[in-house]
Nanobody, 121 residues
Framework: QVRLVESGGGLVQAGGSLRLSCAASGTISSISDMGWYRQAPGKQRELVAV???????NTADSAKGRFTISRDNANNTVFLQMNNLKPEDTAVYYCKARIQPRSYSVILAYWGQGTQVTVSS
């Protein structure tokens, strides 16, 4: 069974920083893309940033220059360093990974449970 477990959310003042982590565990054969999405109250879930297994990244315009995605392939972990946080960054942040479980021949999408980020003005 494959799981994604996020950590690092919390309450921070505007201009502050947080670092989110997401670790994949279980019977994993390989992991391709890993990414972060967020969903604010009353809004649709949106992409924040994604990183390929080779390290190529794609970051939403709203996060460019402030957020940095990275990953540790040896530990199946993806990070999101968030700097200069703004109140509009307040949302539940979800980790997503495309994983091929051991003994499977297909890649499946897995989601974490979400972690709350609240930025006060």
């Amino acid at each position: 069974q494959v799981r994604l477990v996020e950590s690092g959310g919390g309450l921070v003042q505007a201009g502050g920083s947080l670092r989110l982590s997401c670790a994949a565990s279980g019977t994993i054969s390989s992991i391709s893309d890993m990414g972060w999405y967020r969903q604010a109250p009353g809004k649709q879930r949106e992409l924040v940033a994604v990183i390929s297994s080779g390290g190529s990244t794609n970051t939403a315009d709203s996060a460019k220059g402030r957020f940095t995605i990275s990953r540790d392939n040896a530990n199946n972990t993806v990070f999101l360093q968030m700097n200069n946080l703004k109140p509009e960054d307040t949302a539940v942040y979800y980790c997503k990974a495309r994983i091929q479980p051991r003994s499977y021949s297909v890649i499946l999408a897995y989601w974490g449970q979400g972690t709350q980020v609240t930025v006060s003005s």
